[in-house]
């Protein structure tokens, strides 16, 4: 059974950074593409980071490169997302999400949100102006 748990939301200012963290239990990761998506008030679901396990190939959304870091943590099979220069805009609740695969590995990571099948329950993101 894929589990995912997000933590690391939480209320911060304008400029400010926060690190989110996804445990993934029960999927390997070289057999799998994981990603972090966004849901800002009155939005729809946007994926802005990706990363490939076979190949550790990273995708970016134009809205968050620059500012955002995505990586690996093998020793906890857990998915980090470092957020810096935090915005108002940024604020929204932040979902981990999996989906399982072999390969090939000839694609970058998918960043919409129809192409995973498990997600966190997510982690809140509040920035203040």
């Known amino acids: 059974q894929v589990q995912l748990m997000e933590s690391g939301g939480g209320s911060v200012q304008a400029g400010g950074s926060l690190r989110l963290s996804c445990v993934v239990s029960?999927?390997?990761?070289?057999?799998?593409?994981l990603a972090w998506f966004r849901q800002s008030p009155g939005q729809e679901r946007e994926g802005i980071a990706g990363?490939?396990?076979?190949?550790?190939?990273?995708e970016y959304a134009l809205s968050v490169a620059g500012r955002v870091t995505i990586s690996h943590d093998n020793s906890e099979n857990s998915l980090i997302l470092q957020l810096d220069s935090l915005q108002p805009d940024d604020t929204g609740v932040y979902y981990c999400?999996?989906?399982?695969?072999?390969?090939?590995?000839?694609?970058?990571?998918?960043?919409?949100?129809?192409?995973?099948?498990?997600w966190g329950q997510g982690t809140q993101v509040t920035v203040s102006s």
């Open positions: 990363i490939a396990g076979g190949n550790g190939r990273i």
């Open positions: 029960g999927l390997p990761y070289d057999r799998s593409y």
């Open positions: 999400a999996a989906r399982e695969y072999s390969g090939p590995w000839y694609w970058p990571p998918p960043l919409r949100d129809s192409q995973y099948n498990y």
